[in-house]
């Protein structure tokens, strides 16, 4: 008898070798495509001057992922060919070897044929690495590194291949599944993150969605491994991960009945599992599109029930392995009823999310801006934050304002400004919140908040320079022409580093939501080889004083000397089509035909113009300039307070 099961088992690994050796070659050819035929391909001198590579990872990484992600699931679905198809599984199951050991030494099987192609890759680079002189690019560790990460990964794609096999008979199902339960965890993380802010006011999709959440899905993270180093946390739960899918994986083949073959799902308990995990996850997309896309309370529940349906039906099709599908009302209807009532419990905030608040003594640091991209900006050394005990409470007290007045931000479908908050606590936790607001219902605290000696020194660079040790400031005008003021006399960089710091000290919050485009930007070289960058406003007056005084103003900012004429028409008389796109001299030559257009030429009336324009094309009129020595156009628009009288008595 042992004799006979040696025999048997000698023609399964035969078996295995002709079903599926050619996957363990086309890959083994397409990582030798990938990295050592790259390399003799560049290792002439010429060519090694054009090569930017430190890890091997960067050698074809397209051709690398798709491999590595398509490699594995190829190997489990056809390894396990044989439980989808009955007299292939009846005639394997007939022979004389108990089902731990087929299990074993098909997956064991499929194991080696990944890991080879891996390993003799790697060999080839090490017989490479000395004489192709690879030293110049990375150590010989990153060899390694490449070598058990590859693996790491392909393992662990196999597994949940080999895994979803066993709950599965359709090779199809096996395929799609696998990657679905890879991408799960990241796809819910997503979904939900653009769902939550419907129901829980001031949650942050955007700081989740950018937190490191790709860790969650292999995948996803296989697919950043040529920049991104895995940790020992994310490789120990990987790690984990293998071990346990494995024996998981063979547990649940032990307990498949044999006759379970060419159903997507042979286990009737995960048939409920599929069929609404689908649906909740349409569901989720419906709303997340219509919701985001459309807007309302209306289109997002409209959202929820198309992707219940579509969801629905989709599950039942695969299950029944027909498009002519019978609907079961009666577990729709379950689900429904239990999504309503989840519905209803976020109605009143059952978790007291919205109305958390932290007390002003549990607090170490706070962040407030208009954007979580303000709080992650990466030139940056940290986010802004406000540590004094004034500006704490005044950012507590803001943001219990702006809960309370929850129902009556979301009344008005015009708000556009955002409040970004996060509080740091003592005890290491954050909590963030994101607030869609107007911020005209909440000036006293910004004033409070903006115009205090903290937030100006945390925001603007000027304080950072010593007047005595500046060594140059450079003005370089905003706008469409060559010209730039620079500063060297000693004495003068003193005094324009006191104005400039004068100007931010007094400036008023009110000067910093005005939206008119700066006269200029700033660079204030001091210090050994450190810049301080900001911005001249239209409201540092007497900044542009100073500048006159010491014939820099013409160089410093774009005057009316530098603008040969300009257009002005309302808005409402040019045809202007935002969402086909347009540019600048398609409006200009509309404006030049028209004979509704004021041209102006009366250089103060441009100067007057230029001061009260703002940067954007959505005013009431619009004024192109025309830089004649440039061949240029800029168009600003004016609005309200901004539009000079001689403006609106030409259009009266």
Known sequence: ????????????????????????????????????????????????????????????????????????????????????????????????????????????????????????????????????????????????????ITLMYNILIYLSGVFVGMVSGLSAVQGALTYIILLLPVGLIVLLAFNLPFYLYGYPSQYYLESKFEKFSPLVSLTQINYRASGAAEIAVYLILIFSIYWLSLWVYKKRKLEAVSQALVFPVTKPIFKFGTTFCTMLLGGMYFGEM??????????????????????????QKSWRVTIHLKGLMIYTAAMAVLFILFQFDFTQYEKKLPAAKEIERVHISESYYLYSDIDRDEPLYLREYENIDMVR?????????????????????????????????????????????????????????????????????????????????????????????????????????????????????????????????????????????????????????????????????????ALVMKAEDLEINHARGFSYEEIFEDMKQSNLAMKMTNKEQIETSLKNAKGFIDGEYLIAFYFEEQRAIDIKNFNGENVPDFIKKHFE
């Open 397 to 565: 007290r803001l943001h219990k304002e702006i809960v309370e007045n929850k129902n009556i931000d979301h009344r008005q479908s015009n708000v556009q400004d955002t409040a970004f908050i996060v509080y740091e606590l003592k005890n290491g936790e954050k909590l963030v919140r994101n607030y869609k607001i107007d911020k005209t219902n909440y000036r006293p605290f910004y004033k409070l908040i903006y115009e205090s000696d903290e937030y100006k020194t945390a925001t603007n660079e000027i304080y950072k320079v010593e007047a005595n040790e500046t060594t140059k400031i450079t003005i370089t005008p905003s706008g469409p022409v060559n010209k730039r003021a620079t500063i060297t006399d000693p004495d003068d960089l003193k005094e324009a580093v006191e104005i400039l710091t004068e100007e931010v000290d007094s400036a008023a919050y009110e000067d910093s939501q005005n939206h008119v485009e700066p006269y200029a930007y700033i660079e204030v070289f001091y210090g050994d080889s450190k810049k301080a960058y900001m911005q001249w406003n239209p409201s540092y007056t007497k900044f542009e004083k100073w500048l006159k005084e010491n014939s820099l103003l013409d160089e410093a900012r774009v005057t009316s000397n530098d603008i040969s004429y």
């Open 1 to 148: 008898m042992p004799s006979r099961i040696s025999l048997v088992n000698k023609e399964i690994w035969k078996t295995i070798t002709r079903s599926v050796g050619w996957v363990s070659i086309i890959y083994f050819l397409g990582l030798f495509f990938s990295i050592p035929l790259e390399i003799l391909m560049t290792a002439s001198e010429e060519q090694r001057k054009f090569i930017d590579i430190d890890n091997l990872f960067q050698y074809h990484f397209q051709i690398q992922i798709i491999l590595n992600m398509s490699i594995p699931v190829l190997m489990a679905v056809f390894l396990f060919r044989f439980l989808q198809l009955k007299p292939y599984s009846d005639l394997m199951h007939s022979l004389p070897v108990k089902r731990e050991a087929i299990f074993h030494q098909y997956a064991i099987a499929g194991l080696i044929l990944l890991i080879l192609p891996v390993l003799l890759i790697a060999i080839i680079v090490l017989i490479l690495y000395q004489p192709f002189f690879l030293n110049d690019f990375y150590n010989i560790g990153e060899i390694f590194k490449w070598l058990g």
């Open 294 to 319: 459309r807007g309302g309370m209306g289109w997002l529940i409209a959202g929820y029930v198309f992707g219940v349906l579509i969801g629905y039906v989709i599950a039942e099709m695969v299950l």
